[in-house]
């Protein structure tokens, strides 16, 4: 989960931009209101992000993206211009943040609201004060000539301004600033459990800080109170790191630390949340023990997959399971726990197109196969979905979990789910239970 910042004066931001370790992109977006005046929608200050600069003008719009100087870029937040020439200088002039803004830090699995970056980074999303939106102009496509055609504002804000899809700013209504500053230093891109060891790999890059250090903290069981501990010191060198734990624990936390002992990124999981990686070679005892204790909250049956309604069965329970905790689904098993067995000819392409095709927005899953009685039995693995993209649904219809069933969700469940608005907690796709 991100960290929240203690509060900082305005001045204080504009100085943390300077100070960023890469140029800034620094994109905006206009457009004209009811009296015919100009208005600043959104500004967007993105670190370690090199994009063609862009100059677009519609007859009442325009979007403007260029690459400049951390300096350069403070110096305009402390004006309150967006650096545009002319009469628009004044007109898109916004007022700088009265009293403090409150940042966060997010760490590298962290999904956040008009997220951009898959680094850690500091992160604020901010009304704009000083601006207001033009509703009349959200729908009206934009079309001039030698100017690419989108088929309304929202698009092309969301992809030339923010840097994200559509959808993810379908809800955006309220002018806002958004600061992203990346740390390129070092991330944590994955844990694995194999042999009585935790793999964390680390992201190789150019700017990587010599000296990282790991710290690793754990517990075998949820009933035991005694922590242990694992030091991983003056490691210069990127790929996997690895954690001797003896076995998955039940909790454990790990975190990347630059040689002064700035924290850069974190991983781990607890009990509760569920959010241990399976060991490989275990998966085998992990799917024996489903069978055993049959279909529940987050585990699945589906004998196959070779009609129209089996294959939407599957993308409900998908649909389900992104908007719970997520969930296991065992294909090549019967309702009642027998051993069916289940193999297509491109088995992981076919999945893919399922969800792609019945469940809309983007859900993460994962495959894996393994072989019980001389049958192959397909492993899916769904992660817990976005919250700023639920509710998912199947078609037309917004499917939950409750118990071992998946069923339609009622109103006030479809209120619920469309009102979180909190960055979803780290799930790996199989978890501990």
């Not at 901010?126 to 939106?133: F, T, V």
């Not at 958004?178 to 459990?193: F, H, K, N, Y």
């Not at 005892?285 to 004998?303: C, I, N």
């Not at 409750?402 to 109103?411: G, L, S």
């Given at each position: 989960?991100?960290?929240?910042?203690?509060?900082?004066?305005?001045?204080?931001?504009?100085?943390?931009?300077?100070?960023?370790?890469?140029?800034?992109?620094?994109?905006?977006?206009?457009?004209?209101?009811?009296?015919?005046?100009w208005?600043?929608?959104?500004l967007?200050?993105?670190?370690?992000?090199?994009?063609?600069?862009?100059?677009?003008?519609?007859?009442?719009?325009?979007?403007?993206?260029e690459?400049?100087?951390?300096?350069?870029?403070?110096?305009?937040?402390?004006?309150?211009?967006?650096?545009?020439?002319?009469?628009?200088?004044?007109?898109?002039?916004?007022?700088?943040?009265?009293?403090q803004?409150?940042?966060?830090?997010?760490?590298?699995?962290?999904?956040?609201?008009?997220?951009?970056?898959?680094?850690?980074?500091?992160?604020?999303h901010?009304?704009?004060?000083?601006?207001?939106?033009t509703?009349?102009?959200?729908?009206?496509?934009?079309?001039?000539?030698?100017q690419?055609?989108?088929p309304?504002?929202?698009?092309?804000?969301?992809?030339?301004v923010?840097g994200?899809?559509?959808t993810?700013?379908?809800?955006?209504?309220?002018?806002?600033l958004?600061?992203?500053?990346?740390?390129?230093?070092?991330?944590?891109?994955?844990?694995?459990?194999c042999?009585?060891?935790i793999?964390?790999?680390?992201?190789?890059?150019?700017?990587?800080?010599?000296?990282?250090?790991?710290?690793?903290?754990?517990?075998?069981?949820?009933?035991?109170?005694?922590?242990?501990?694992?030091?991983?010191?003056?490691?210069?060198?990127?790929?996997?790191?690895?954690?001797?734990?003896?076995?998955?624990?039940?909790?454990?936390?790990?975190?990347?630390?630059?040689?002064?002992?700035?924290?850069?990124?974190?991983r781990?999981?607890?009990?509760?949340?569920?959010?241990?990686?399976?060991d490989?070679?275990?998966?085998?005892?992990?799917?024996?023990?489903?069978?055993?204790?049959?279909?529940?909250?987050?585990?699945?049956?589906?004998?196959?997959?070779?009609s129209?309604?089996?294959?939407?069965?599957?993308?409900?329970?998908?649909?389900?399971?992104?908007?719970?905790?997520?969930?296991?689904?065992?294909?090549?098993?019967?309702?009642?726990?027998m051993?069916?067995?289940?193999?297509?000819?491109?088995?992981?392409?076919?999945?893919?197109?399922?969800?792609?095709?019945?469940?809309?927005?983007?859900?993460?899953?994962?495959?894996?196969?393994?072989?019980?009685?001389?049958q192959?039995?397909?492993?899916?693995a769904?992660?817990?979905?976005?919250?700023?993209?639920?509710?998912?649904?199947?078609?037309d219809?917004?499917?939950?979990r409750?118990?071992?069933?998946?069923?339609?969700?009622?109103?006030f469940?479809?209120?619920?789910?469309?009102?979180?608005?909190?960055?979803a907690?780290?799930?790996?796709?199989?978890?501990?239970?």
């Open positions: 989960m991100p960290l929240g910042l203690p509060g900082e004066t305005w001045e204080a931001l504009c100085k943390r931009v300077a100070s960023a370790s890469s140029p800034i992109l620094w994109s905006w977006g206009a457009a004209r209101n009811e009296t015919g005046d208005q600043l929608l959104a967007c200050i993105r670190g370690a992000t090199l994009e063609a600069p862009r100059a677009l003008r519609y007859r009442n719009v325009i979007i403007r993206s690459t400049i100087t951390p300096r350069t870029a403070a110096a305009r937040l402390r004006r309150g211009a967006v650096g545009a020439g002319g009469k628009l200088a004044d007109a898109l002039r916004f007022t700088p943040q009265d009293g803004v409150f940042g966060q830090w997010c760490f590298s699995n962290d999904r956040m609201y008009l997220r951009a970056t898959e680094w850690p980074h500091y992160y604020l901010q009304r704009l004060a000083g601006s207001s939106m509703p009349d102009r959200l729908y009206e496509p934009l079309i001039a000539a030698e690419p055609y989108f309304s504002l929202t698009p092309a804000l969301a992809g030339l923010f994200v899809t559509p993810a700013l379908q809800n955006h209504s309220t002018p806002a958004m600061v992203q500053l990346p740390d390129t230093r070092g991330r944590i891109t994955s844990l694995e459990a042999d009585g060891q793999s964390v790999c680390i992201e190789p890059t150019a700017d990587r800080v010599v000296g990282i250090v790991l710290h690793a903290a754990w517990r075998d069981d949820p009933a035991d109170p005694t922590w242990h501990h694992y030091t991983i010191s003056d490691s210069d060198r990127a790929g996997d790191l690895s954690v001797p734990t003896g076995s998955v624990p039940a909790e454990m936390s790990i975190a990347l630390l630059s040689p002064d002992d700035t924290l850069l990124d974190q781990g999981w607890t009990e509760q949340l569920g959010q241990a990686p399976v490989e070679s275990d998966l085998h005892g992990l799917v024996l023990r489903w069978l055993a204790e049959g279909e529940s909250t987050t585990v699945e049956f589906k004998q196959d997959l070779s129209d309604s089996a294959r939407k069965s599957f993308a409900e329970t998908v649909s389900a399971f992104a908007n719970g905790v997520g969930g296991v689904i065992l294909v090549g098993v019967t309702d009642d726990g051993i069916a067995g289940y193999r297509a000819d491109k088995t992981t392409d076919q999945i893919t197109n399922i969800v792609r095709n019945l469940v809309v927005e983007p859900v993460a899953v994962e495959r894996h196969e393994v072989l019980l009685s001389e192959p039995i397909q492993v899916i769904v992660s817990p979905g976005d919250p700023y993209h639920k509710p998912y649904r199947c078609r219809r917004v499917m939950v409750a118990n071992a069933t998946t069923r339609p969700a009622t109103t469940e479809i209120r619920a789910l469309s009102s979180q608005g909190q960055p907690s780290p799930q790996p796709l199989l978890r501990r239970r």
